[in-house]
């Protein structure tokens, strides 16, 4: 994960911990841990690690209101663990006070960025109830009546990252609103769709009346509304729900006169809707009142993408989880993986978004949704964005089109990710935003030029997702995010990684204005994130950084070190020859 800010607590050792001059050496084995602003030390205690890579490890755990921090006591190699709260998604106890066998009693944590921890502690006297009491409460504040730690921390940066993302400037870049498409504020105070932002572009000729009749036949009410429109062509992005049929196969000459205002919009012939479902699903949704625009849409096209629906990603990933971790058996390993279908999802959205991108290049506007829309559709239209305007290429672009689409138009963070709440078994956790970035780093590994950020940004917005040291991926809507004053209270990530932005940026970015990116969307060109599932597993062996970006790196440094020295002896001698060489150029 990314390394904590070093400030360090000046709160003094909490009075449990002993201090005879023996017991004072391991006091200090933790004494040294940096922890962030605000960040608090719980409790330490004596435990035995029992690592699946090295076996029992005996050393100290600390817990905070942020983190479990582990340090082995063996001098001979050390095991370190730093792990914040927010990504633990269940605690158990592991054995009884009978237990017999070395290291059968302790603590089991179930993490959700694919790694188990399991700590053995001594059979007498309880020894483990004070510690899993208080993994409990602070590992999830919500189900305890306490505030995540994004609310308590006291981080201080130079720039908010809150400011970020602005809709109407965002829409400005994109030229608008023109002669075909409007700023709508019918949604200011969240009565026109609870889970949508208030600023909504929307068809130069729907009236506000119009856009409530519409958000009536669609699921959440969560209309068509505009994402993304091309400079040129003028073809549109436009995301949405799914038209509430039913059974009965209910019209709406409203929501199909809206649809019919997008197509003319920029005289598409025909308005492409891709169902982000598969077919089959499409039409069992109108068992509970849901559905799909049917033959009643003329001048319109339907088009089933296939992708699967959160359930089925994220028993996906357990899957996965089960062959990476904590051991690769690597005799059966691509049966194995090919088991998990993963791969297979993310070649199906990284396909769907393909689509999506060649009809709005070709000039054809696009209706995108799934059953809710703020899964699969932000999946497609996201991906779809990065493929067509390198702007959301660079490393704030980037930034921007996470908070537009997955932040702003409501991905449901809270409910997939379960940000401080213990109930794991909740069948809404789904890992489609680990899915994305996931997607996004397929396209980095195929285009290693077209992205200004690199592999380390895509790690630590994962590593945050969790954490909840930032307010940035807290709660589920825009809305509840208001009510909660979470710009105001909490950091945003972006105030991290705009602070040091050096470390997140790809030094083989080549920028290339108007270049639409077309991944290979097959089997025999995806790969594992081997630096993200497998990265707890020290016997897989694979470099942070590759040798070419390292050497690239050293001869940046060189070089600027060398202009140092130039600059140098050309102030220490103004009347030199070295006055020549101020347009001195270097060949890097």
């Given at each position: ?40 030390r ?44 927010g ?22 944590i ?57 809709a ?38 729907s ?27 003028k ?9 509430l ?9 409203d929501?199909?006169?809206y ?16 169902d982000?479902?598969p ?25 089933f ?77 996201s ?51 680990v899915?994305?970035i996931d ?40 809305s ?101 060489l ?7």
């Open positions: 994960m990314a390394s904590p800010v070093s400030v360090i607590n000046s709160n003094a050792l909490d009075a449990h911990i002993p201090t005879t001059p023996r017991e004072s050496l391991k006091m200090e084995l933790l004494a040294d841990v940096s922890l962030l602003a605000g960040e608090d719980i409790i330490d205690k004596e435990v035995i690690y029992v690592c699946p890579f090295n076996g029992a490890v005996k050393g100290k755990v600390l817990i905070t209101n942020y983190r479990l921090y582990f340090r082995s006591s063996d001098t001979d190699a050390t095991v370190t663990l730093d792990v914040p709260l990504a633990i998604s269940r605690v158990e106890k592991m054995g009884g006070a009978s237990s017999r066998g070395e290291n059968s009693y302790g603590l089991d179930t993490c959700k960025d694919m790694r188990n921890l399991r700590f053995a502690l001594k059979q007498e006297g309880h020894s483990r109830r004070d510690i899993f009491d208080l993994l409990s409460r602070y590992a999830f504040p919500l189900s305890s009546g306490l505030p995540l730690f994004a609310f308590v921390t006291q981080e201080k940066y130079a720039e908010s990252g809150w400011s970020v993302y602005k109407l400037e965002e829409f400005r870049r994109q030229g608008l609103p023109n002669n075909k498409w409007r700023i709508s504020f019918a949604n200011a105070n969240y009565d026109l769709c609870d889970t949508y932002p208030t600023v909504l572009v929307v068809p130069f000729q009236q506000e009346e119009d856009l409530k009749r519409v958000s009536a036949f669609r699921s959440r009410g969560r209309i068509p509304v505009l994402s993304w429109i091309h400079r040129e062509n073809a549109v992005i436009t995301r949405c729900s799914q038209p049929v039913g059974m009965s196969g209910k019209r709406n000459k929501d199909e006169r649809l019919d205002q997008i197509r003319e919009a920029n005289d598409t012939t025909k308005l492409t809707i891709f982000a479902r077919s089959v699903n499409a039409v069992a949704n109108k068992a509970t009142g849901g559905g799909y625009e049917g033959d009643e849409y003329q001048n319109a096209e339907l088009i993408l296939d992708i699967q629906n959160i359930h089925v990603m994220r028993e996906s990933l357990k899957k996965l989880k089960d062959i990476v971790y904590p051991n690769v058996e690597e005799s059966h390993w691509l049966s194995s993986l090919e088991s998990t279908h993963w791969l297979e999802h993310v070649k199906l959205v990284l396909s769907g978004a393909i689509q999506v991108a060649d009809r709005v290049s070709s000039g054809k506007s696009v209706v995108v949704h799934c059953s809710d829309g703020w899964d699969r559709t932000a999946q497609l239209t991906l779809a964005m990065l493929m067509l305007d390198c702007h959301y290429r660079t490393l704030r672009g980037f930034q921007v089109l996470i908070e537009k689409e997955w932040i702003s138009f409501g991905h449901k963070f809270a409910s997939r990710i379960g940000h401080g709440d213990k109930n794991h078994a909740d069948q809404d956790r789904s890992p489609i935003f899915q994305f997607c996004v780093w397929q396209m980095t590994r195929q285009f290693p030029t077209a992205f200004e950020f690199n592999e380390h940004l895509l790690l630590t917005i994962l590593d945050h997702l969790y954490s909840c040291r930032f307010g940035t991926f807290l709660y589920n809507c825009e509840v995010r208001d009510q909660h004053e979470v710009k105001s209270r909490t950091v945003s990530l972006w105030s991290l990684v705009n602070s040091k932005t050096d470390i997140y940026l790809n030094p083989f970015y080549t920028p290339e204005s108007g270049r639409v990116l077309y991944p290979v969307a097959s089997m025999r060109h995806l790969e594992l994130w081997v630096t993200y599932y497998i990265r707890w597993n020290p016997r897989i062996r694979h470099q942070q950084q590759s040798p070419v970006e390292q050497r690239y790196k050293e001869l940046l440094a060189l070089r600027d070190e060398c202009l140092k020295k130039l600059e140098q002896l050309q102030l220490s001698d103004s009347s030199s020859p070295s006055e020549q101020t347009h001195l150029h270097t060949p890097f």
